[in-house]
């Protein structure tokens, strides 16, 4: 049958949408960025926009605020975060190595200085009230793995596990601050020194 004039061809009346998507990763990581380098407050849709091509208007094909675009950056972070971090715990059945393994990759991440993790670790919720909520959930979600690993744990009767996972993130977290990477132990030796000292005080006899 032939093709009226009123008919389009075939593809072009989704090309739009197909290009839209092909823009969205580049957008996340672009936003990923600037969220890590200046902090979200201080992100303006045209910073983050700019590099890429885009026009400011455009974000809002995507995302209806930047707020929702955060969301997606702090999703995206979380995915990458827990497939390492799951990946290394994996490979290790004593429940002391498997919670050693998931620090060692927590750690290397956030001192890799990757843009989606230093979204997730230095954006906090309270930066964006509007979706303050749905990054909680995002940011519970990772650490709930750290809890099955503490629970695991052969601890002393006297040691409370979400006060020592608690512990043990704040200070993993921590090291960003002090961490030089000229200095004398890498990431990978500091987690296990940690998590060492740990076993060392709490296991239990």
């Known amino acids: 049958m032939a093709r009226t004039s009123a008919e389009p061809l075939a593809g072009v009346a989704d090309a739009p949408a197909r290009r839209a998507?092909?823009?969205?990763?580049?957008?996340?990581?672009?936003?990923a960025r600037v969220?890590?380098?200046?902090?979200?407050?201080a992100?303006?849709?045209?910073?983050?926009?700019?590099?890429?091509?885009?026009?400011?208007?455009?974000?809002?094909?995507?995302f209806p605020t930047k707020?929702?675009?955060l969301v997606a950056v702090y999703r995206e972070g979380v995915r990458r975060l827990s497939a390492s971090v799951d990946a290394a715990a994996a490979l290790e059945r004593e429940p002391w190595k498997r919670l050693e393994a998931?620090?060692?990759?927590?750690?290397?991440?956030?001192?890799?200085?990757t843009d989606y993790s230093q979204v997730v670790i230095r954006v906090r919720p309270s930066d964006a009230p509007t979706v303050s909520e749905e990054l909680?959930?995002?940011r519970g979600s990772y650490e709930q793995r750290f809890e099955r690993l503490v629970a695991e744990l052969p601890l002393a009767r006297s040691v409370r596990a979400g006060e020592l996972r608690l512990l043990l993130l704040g200070a993993l977290n921590w090291s960003q601050e002090w961490y030089r990477e000229d200095?004398?132990?890498?990431?990978?030796?500091?987690?296990?020194?940690?998590v060492g000292m740990l076993k060392g005080c709490l296991q239990r006899q």
Do not use: K, W
Not at 102 to 113: E, G, M, N
């Open 183 to 194: 200095g004398r132990l890498t990431p990978a030796q500091i987690a296990r020194r940690f």
């Open 136 to 138: 909680i959930a995002l």
């Open 67 to 69: 707020e929702d675009l």
């Open 102 to 113: 998931a620090c060692v990759a927590h750690l290397s991440a956030l001192l890799d200085r």
């Open 43 to 62: 992100a303006s849709v045209r910073d983050i926009v700019q590099p890429i091509g885009m026009q400011p208007g455009s974000l809002y094909y995507h």
């Open 35 to 41: 969220f890590a380098q200046r902090g979200f407050a």
């Open 21 to 31: 998507h092909n823009r969205l990763q580049p957008l996340l990581d672009g936003a």
